[in-house]
């Protein structure tokens, strides 16, 4: 049986959810979907879980809220570099946040409350001792959505 939401993708009206964060990876990611996937009439839901503070109770209160205010700034920055380039190219995109301890979580909780048609996310690129300690989000989601997922990883690693 077909799925309806690949239809989606021919016809140009699919929900795309997009990793994105401060990386190359991710730039690069946006890029090649952009050159080699993206359809007039698909919205791109950039999403962003910034970085949690999960050790914020050994932080003094102005320390966190120092924090706080510089993710609140890069959040800002990143937000305004992603739009700009899909406003550029004439992608309609959403910009969004989520706050959230484990991004892999997030991204596939958006992806089905969005009932995207694919994710997108690029790599970081870690050898697998590394992937095995910390976890790897493009590999969580990947075996977690509900739909296809477009892993980018830059040809140059």
């Keep these: 049986m077909a799925d309806p939401n690949m239809a989606d993708l021919d016809t140009g009206k699919g929900i795309i ?3 994105v964060d401060y990386s190359n990876n991710s730039e690069w990611a946006f890029d090649w979907y952009v050159t080699n996937f993206h359809k007039p009439g698909n919205k791109v839901i950039l999403l962003h879980v910034p970085e949690s503070y999960i050790n914020a109770t050994t932080m003094s209160p ?7 205010r510089e993710s609140d700034g890069k959040t800002s920055d990143l937000k305004q570099k992603f739009i700009d380039k899909a406003s550029k190219l004439g992608i309609e995109a959403e910009f969004r946040v989520e706050n959230a ?21 690029g790599t970081r690129g870690m050898g697998k001792f590394r992937r095995t300690i910390m976890g790897s989000v493009s590999d969580f989601v990947v ?4 739909c296809p997922v477009l892993v980018c990883r830059h040809k140059d690693k």
């Design 143 to 146: 075996h977690h959505a509900h």
């Design 101 to 121: 301890d484990k991004p892999g979580h997030a991204i596939v909780d958006v992806a089905q409350k969005e009932n995207a048609t694919f994710v997108v996310t």
């Design 17 to 19: 959810v997009m990793a």
């Design 62 to 68: 102005g320390r966190v809220m120092e924090l706080q």
